[in-house]
């Protein structure tokens, strides 16, 4: 188990008491924890990502502060720490490392998270919900993202089975309306799951009172919304603003077209600006992007992989989109990733 691991306890021991402070001296605290984060990062990347954190904490009229004080404040903190854990330390850390060993030894890509469609009609069972959970785990992938349609029958027994994979970090996405205090009260014992709720703009009030609860039970949470053909031009504070309206201290936009060409987006390249000189307490996230864009830190080549409604798995590669012909439990996680996503050979001459 990564929790019995001597660095695991450490980093554990240190968050635990830097979330404990935050509530007294946030500024501090905050760049503190950062600070933690630095001294265990291991590559280059990892340490550019906390050098850019420790710059954009330098000007204390920050929006960061007042967004991590926001969620420190309505999260429960045995479960901010938990899933921060899990996320953090399980899944970008020692997860990251078992991928990279695996990449290398068996020559195909494995993505450090996966997205799963759950939905009435849906061949995925609980049953084959579980048995995902543990083939990733194998493989070194301790985070998954569930996008959840109102009409999926069995997401009772997904819950339980979220509930029994302790170290995983799970990120559910629901339509708001499916949101209620037994579904709360469910989340919470969990305390490995973060939930984000649909934003209808035409039913403003939904997405409120999901959030309401969801927060009085102290559940990380945030909204999302599908998007089509988005330009950079909309990428601003208006367009996050529906998010802070509702008490939600992040927004994640879902582009339906699956976009991930990091190098290549001006969407993303826009959102990137936008988030470093934050000015509005909402975190902003392009699901796919960023994904993409953490998978890039983890392995030398990014994966973004889907396993859609009726079974079939979607692989992304550098904006190409290819699915298997097989469905999965029919063919297992690891035998899909070995076919569709070998390791590219470098370019020789």
């Known amino acids: 188990m990564v929790s019995n691991s001597l660095q695991y306890v450490m980093v554990r021991s240190a968050v635990e008491r830097g979330l404990a402070k935050i509530k007294e001296s946030p500024a501090r605290e905050i760049r503190n924890l950062v600070d933690l984060g630095k001294m265990?990062?291991?590559s280059r990347t990892q340490n550019t990502f906390f050098n850019t954190a420790q710059r954009m904490l330098e000007d204390e009229n920050s929006a960061y502060y007042k967004l991590v004080e926001y969620i420190v404040r309505d999260t429960n903190?045995?479960?901010?720490?938990?899933f921060g854990m899990n996320l953090g330390y399980n899944s970008l850390i020692h997860g990251a490392k078992v991928i990279r060993g695996l990449e290398a030894k068996q020559g195909f890509n494995i993505p450090w998270a996966l997205i799963t469609m759950l939905r009435d009609g849906s061949p995925l069972t609980p049953q084959d919900v579980f048995s995902l959970v543990e083939?990733?785990?194998a493989l070194g992938i301790y985070s998954h993202l569930l996008l959840v349609q109102?009409?999926?029958p069995y997401i009772r027994e997904v819950y339980d089975i979220m509930r029994g994979a302790r170290e995983n970090a799970f990120l559910v996405f629901l339509p708001a309306a499916m949101v209620s205090e037994s579904t709360a009260d469910e989340i919470l014992a969990a305390q490995n799951i973060g939930?984000?709720?649909d934003m209808p703009p035409e039913q403003p009030q939904v997405a409120k009172t999901a959030a309401t609860i969801l927060k009085s039970k102290g559940i990380l949470c945030g909204g999302?919304?599908?998007h089509d053909g988005l330009t950079a031009n909309e990428i601003n504070a208006d367009f996050f603003a529906p998010a802070l309206e509702a008490g939600l201290p992040m927004y994640c936009m879902i582009r339906r077209d699956g976009v991930h060409q990091l190098d290549n987006d001006d969407v993303y390249r826009r959102l990137t600006d936008f988030r470093k000189t934050l000015n509005i307490p909402v975190l902003p996230i392009d699901l796919y992007c960023d994904i993409a864009w953490?998978?890039?830190n983890v392995s030398t080549q990014p994966t973004l992989v889907s396993i859609r409604e009726n079974g079939t798995l979607h692989f992304y590669h550098e904006g190409v989109r290819e699915m298997s012909t097989e469905t999965f439990p029919h063919i297992s996680l690891r035998d899909a990733l070995y076919k569709y996503m070998p390791k590219k050979?470098?370019?020789?001459g």
């Open 135 to 137: 083939q990733s785990r």
């Open 40 to 42: 265990f990062a291991k």
């Open 77 to 82: 903190t045995d479960m901010l720490t938990q």
């Open 294 to 296: 953490l998978d890039s």
């Open 195 to 197: 939930v984000f709720v």
């Open 345 to 348: 050979m470098p370019a020789t």
């Open 224 to 226: 999302y919304a599908y």
């Open 150 to 152: 109102p009409d999926y």
